[in-house]
């Protein structure tokens, strides 16, 4: 070797050193890309509202959340605002397949599982703890049987918050002034009961087409909590809020049972703590979004609020009865049934 091979062969093992030392002491960065194909586990979980709301918020952070567990291994594709499919487009993709998490209105399921309409019914809950109870017991426990019955996996509810009324007509007060009234619905009888006993039309309608439908006039008022009505800017179509908090509005959080058993069993355990960790995350952020939302929506210029008094909540209540003894005498599970019961008692 003469002097010019031995300063060359000196700087090329130079450069490698430098390139060797800089690989160990710099942090492994995620390369998604890297990952080939056939290793990376691909979620798709489509949903139909806004990305700053419980359950966009919900999403998007179990998605942070296992993207960095895994190491890139399960990719979480997040598509919100409908712009996969709508509401009851997205519960016949998932058994087709095509997407695999899904987190509609607990209401939406009711054609599969029509056990799930106790959640509509009026006034069943007095606050969000109940929920939880209700979704972390027995009931929940007897929801996930009757889900896995249909080929489903119930891995978790998530809230939204209390069901409020808006209409662009009058203030509604009392339950006569509901008479008359056409509201848009989701699917559920109890939901239609509801607003049979107090003389009003419904029909249902997808959440997506749910702003243009108010806009055209195609019905006077709808059912819906506040993140909803703030985020869709439903108030801007509608003038009369009734701050009633008649019912409730949460999610099922739903799989493909047949996917998720292929699922490699740690990977499986992943997905599912970390779902148990955003759950939790998911129930402090709804409340705090109900309270804060709602003093957006008081500052609103165009919208006028009247909040139900203890006095006329319990009329409310005692129109709405009914809809306890429909539901009751429509199912054919006793778990479900005797707590509906139990709750039933106090409302008049
Ligand atoms: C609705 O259709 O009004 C709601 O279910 C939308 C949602 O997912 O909160």
């Known amino acids: 070797m003469n002097r010019i091979s031995i300063i060359r ?10 390139i060797i030392f800089e690989a160990s002491c710099t942090p492994r960065t995620i390369d998604y890309d890297q990952v080939s194909p056939e290793e990376k586990l691909i979620i798709r979980f489509p949903h139909v509202t806004g990305e700053n709301t419980p359950k966009g918020l919900a999403a998007k952070r ?37 997407i ?3 987190a509609p209105q607990t209401a939406k399921f009711s054609n599969i599982i029509p056990e799930a309409q106790l959640f509509d019914l009026p006034y069943l809950f007095q606050n969000n703890k109940e929920v939880w109870e209700l979704a972390d017991g027995p009931v929940g ?35 006569a ?14 939901i ?22 108010l806009e055209q006039g195609k019905f006077q008022g709808e059912e819906n909590t506040v993140s909803n009505i703030n985020n869709k800017k439903l ?39 970390t779902l148990t960790e955003v759950t939790d995350w998911e ?7 109900e309270q804060d939302q709602y003093a957006q929506l008081q500052k609103q210029p165009e919208l006028t609020i009247h909040e139900l008094t203890s006095e006329e909540k319990k009329s409310w209540k005692a129109s709405f009865h009914d809809a306890y003894n429909a539901y009751i005498s429509s199912i054919n599970n006793n778990v479900i049934k005797d707590y509906v019961k139990k709750k039933e008692q106090r409302v008049p």
């Open 9 to 18: 062969f000196l700087q090329l093992a130079a450069i490698l050193f430098f």
């Open 141 to 175: 426990k007897e929801l996930g049987h009757l889900f896995e019955k249909k080929g489903y996996k119930l891995l978790a509810i998530w809230d939204n918050g209390f069901k409020q009324i808006t209409n662009s007509k009058k203030p509604i007060k009392k339950p």
């Open 62 to 98: 179990f998605k942070e959340l296992v993207e960095a567990k895994s190491g890139g291994k399960v990719e979480v594709q997040v598509f919100p605002n409908s712009s996969l499919y709508s509401d009851y487009e997205e519960i016949d993709q998932l058994k087709k397949g095509h």
């Open 177 to 190: 002034d509901f008479f008359g009234l056409n509201f848009r619905i989701v699917s559920s009888q109890v």
């Open 235 to 273: 108030y801007t179509l509608q003038k009369y809020m009734t701050k009633s908090d008649h019912g409730y509005l949460g999610y099922f959080i739903v799989t493909d049972k047949k996917f998720w058993d292929s699922i490699p069993r740690d990977t499986r355990k992943m997905l599912e703590d």
């Open 283 to 289: 129930r402090t952020t709804a409340v705090q979004m």
């Open 192 to 213: 239609a009961n509801q607003f049979e006993l107090v003389g009003a039309d419904s029909s249902v309608l997808a959440f997506n087409e749910l702003y243009q439908a």
């Open 100 to 102: 695999q998490i899904i």
